[in-house]
C-alpha cells in the first residue's frame, strides 16, 4: 500500500447562515464516501446551532454519514457580545486570530490521531486567507464558492477593473452604467455589484476588499468547489479557471440529529402538516433568509400584499426581521427544503440568497424576487431573465414593495404557465447535473478521488 493514510478533511466555513449550511451539505456528501470530516465553527455559532438543534422538533431517521462528522469550535477572539455582532469586528478578529486557532486544532487532531491527520482544508472563499495556514500545515487547501460562479468570476475581475478604471478603489462602477463579464451572465448595475449594498463607503470598501481577497484565495488552490452547475452557469463556471461545480448541493435525508442540519434557529415542523391539508400548487411559500431586515411599514405592506392576494400563504418570520417589530411570528424558522418540495407549493417569494435560489430552482418552484442586498440582486436577474423562472417585485419611488405591487405579481405569476413551465424545466436540469453521470455528480466523483489519493 503507497498511501495508507484515511483522508481527514477540515471543513471552515464563515459563520453566517448561508454559508455554514451548504458546507455541511457538502460534508455530508464527503461522509456519505466514508471519509471522516472535522467541521469548525467559531464558538457563538456553534452555540447558536447547539441550542437550536435542543428546541427544533427531533425527526427521527437514521444516516450513517453522520458518524463520519465531528463537530467543533473555535474561539472568534472577541470576548465583547456587542463587538460579535460588529460585522467590522468579527472580520478584523478573524483574520487575526483564526489562523492560530486552527494551526493549534490542526496539530492537536493529527497528534492524536495518527492515523487520521487532516489531510485537506476545504475554506469558504470568504476566509480564503486560511489556506496560508492549510498549506503551512502540510494539508492541501480547497476553496468553496458558496454563491454563484458569476459572483465568483465578477470578483476574480476585479484587479482587471480597477485596472481599466471601470472599478475605483472603493468598489464604485466609475464609466460605464453596467458591467458585462459575458453576454450570457446577466450584467451588473452600480448598486448590484455584491459589495454596493451599502450606502457607507467604509461598509462597501469593506465589502470590496473581502471579494479582492477572493482573487488571493483562489490562486492557491487547485480546486474550487462551486456550488453550481455547468449546466445552470456556463459561461461564469468557463471564466473560473479550476472551477468545479459540483452542486446544486442538496439535502440528504433529513439528518437524525438536528445538530447536523446547522440551523441558527429552531426548525418549527408543524409547517409540514399544515401544508399537507392545502391543495396541490396552493401556497406561496415566504422567506427572506438569515439576514434581511425589513422596517415596519415594509412588514406591513408585505402582510396587506399576502392578505389581498387572497393565497394561502406560509411566512418565516424570524424574530429579528424587523426593527422593534411586535409583529405575531408565523413560523419562526422552516425546514425550507421540506416546505420546497411539498405538493402544497406553488410559489416562492424569497430574497434571492444563493441557497434559496438553488432550493426553489432544484425543486421547480416559480418565483417572485424580493432581494435585499449582496448578490441576491444579481441572482434575481439571473432568476427572471436568464432562467425565466420568476418575476420581480418592485420598490416604488420610497423604495418600498407596496401591497399593490405585491398583489399584482401574485397574480401575474398564477397564470403565468411559460414560468412554469421554465421552473419544471430547471428542476430537470438540476436533477441531471447531481443524478447518477450527470456533470456535478462527475464531478464531485472526482473530487472523491483526489481526496483519497
Ligand atoms: N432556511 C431555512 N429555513 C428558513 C429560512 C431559510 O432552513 O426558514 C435556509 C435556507 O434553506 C438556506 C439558508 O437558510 O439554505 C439561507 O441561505 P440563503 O443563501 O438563501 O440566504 P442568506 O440567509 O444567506 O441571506
Given at each position: ?94 483574520r487575526s486570530t483564526m489562523p492560530g486557532f486552527l494551526t493549534d ?207 394561502a400563504f406560509l411566512w418565516v418570520v424570524r424574530s429579528d426581521l ?53 448578490d441576491q440582486y444579481h441572482n434575481q436577474n439571473y432568476v427572471c ?69
Amino acid at each position: 500500500i503507497i498511501n495508507s493514510k484515511i483522508p481527514h478533511i477540515l471543513v471552515v466555513p464563515f459563520p453566517a447562515q448561508g454559508h455554514v449550511k451548504p458546507l455541511m451539505k457538502l460534508s455530508r456528501q464527503i461522509a456519505k464516501h466514508g471519509i471522516k470530516v472535522t467541521f469548525v465553527n467559531i464558538e457563538s455559532v456553534h452555540e447558536k446551532i447547539v441550542s437550536a438543534a435542543k428546541r427544533s422538533d427531533e425527526v427521527d431517521e437514521d444516516e450513517d454519514e453522520e458518524h463520519n462528522i465531528a463537530m467543533t469550535s473555535i474561539p472568534e477572539g472577541i470576548s465583547s457580545e456587542d463587538d460579535k455582532s460588529d460585522t467590522f469586528k468579527l472580520l478584523e478578529s478573524l483574520r487575526s486570530t483564526m489562523p492560530g486557532f486552527l494551526t493549534d486544532l490542526i496539530e492537536r487532531i493529527n497528534s492524536t490521531n495518527g492515523d487520521e491527520k487532516i489531510s485537506c482544508v476545504i475554506a469558504d472563499v470568504t476566509i480564503g486567507w486560511i489556506l496560508e495556514t492549510a498549506e503551512k500545515m502540510g494539508a492541501e487547501p480547497v476553496v468553496f464558492m458558496p454563491s454563484s460562479a458569476a459572483a465568483f468570476a465578477m470578483a476574480l475581475h476585479i484587479p482587471k477593473l480597477l485596472e481599466e478604471g471601470s472599478l475605483d478603489e472603493n468598489g464604485t462602477i466609475t464609466k460605464d452604467e453596467t458591467i458585462s463579464l459575458s453576454e450570457n451572465i446577466p450584467s451588473w448595475t452600480k448598486n448590484e455589484l455584491c459589495w454596493s449594498f451599502s450606502n457607507d463607503l467604509k461598509t462597501q470598501k469593506l465589502f470590496f476588499d473581502c471579494s479582492l481577497r477572493v482573487q488571493k484565495a483562489a490562486y492557491q488552490t487547485k480546486l474550487l468547489l462551486c456550488n453550481t452547475s455547468q449546466e445552470l452557469e456556463p459561461s461564469a463556471c468557463n471564466l473560473i479557471p479550476n472551477s468545479l461545480p459540483i452542486g446544486p448541493l442538496l439535502n440528504l435525508k433529513t439528518p437524525k440529529s438536528s445538530f447536523i442540519s446547522c440551523n441558527f434557529h429552531p426548525e418549527d415542523e408543524s409547517c409540514i402538516s399544515w401544508l399537507n391539508n392545502k391543495p396541490s400548487k396552493s401556497v406561496i411559500y415566504v422567506s427572506f433568509g438569515s439576514l434581511a431586515i425589513f422596517s415596519q411599514q415594509q412588514l406591513d405592506e408585505l402582510a396587506l400584499g399576502l392578505e389581498l392576494s387572497g393565497h394561502a400563504f406560509l411566512w418565516v418570520v424570524r424574530s429579528d426581521l424587523a426593527n422593534g417589530s411586535q409583529f405575531g411570528k408565523i413560523v419562526e424558522w422552516a425546514p425550507q427544503v421540506k416546505v420546497l418540495s411539498h405538493v402544497s407549493v406553488g410559489c416562492f417569494l424569497s430574497h434571492c440568497g444563493w441557497n434559496s435560489t438553488l432550493e426553489g430552482l432544484s425543486n421547480g418552484v416559480p418565483f417572485l424576487c424580493w432581494p435585499y442586498f449582496a448578490d441576491q440582486y444579481h441572482n434575481q436577474n439571473y432568476v427572471c431573465d436568464k432562467w425565466g423562472t420568476g418575476l420581480r417585485i418592485d420598490s416604488d419611488e420610497n423604495g418600498i414593495r407596496t401591497r399593490y405591487e405585491i398583489k399584482k405579481k401574485i397574480d401575474m405569476l398564477s397564470c403565468d404557465d411559460v414560468l412554469k413551465g421554465n421552473a419544471l424545466k430547471m428542476k430537470e436540469i438540476c436533477d441531471k447535473s447531481v443524478g447518477e453521470g450527470g456533470s456535478s455528480y462527475r464531478n464531485f466523483e472526482m473530487f472523491i478521488d483526489h481526496l483519497r489519493k
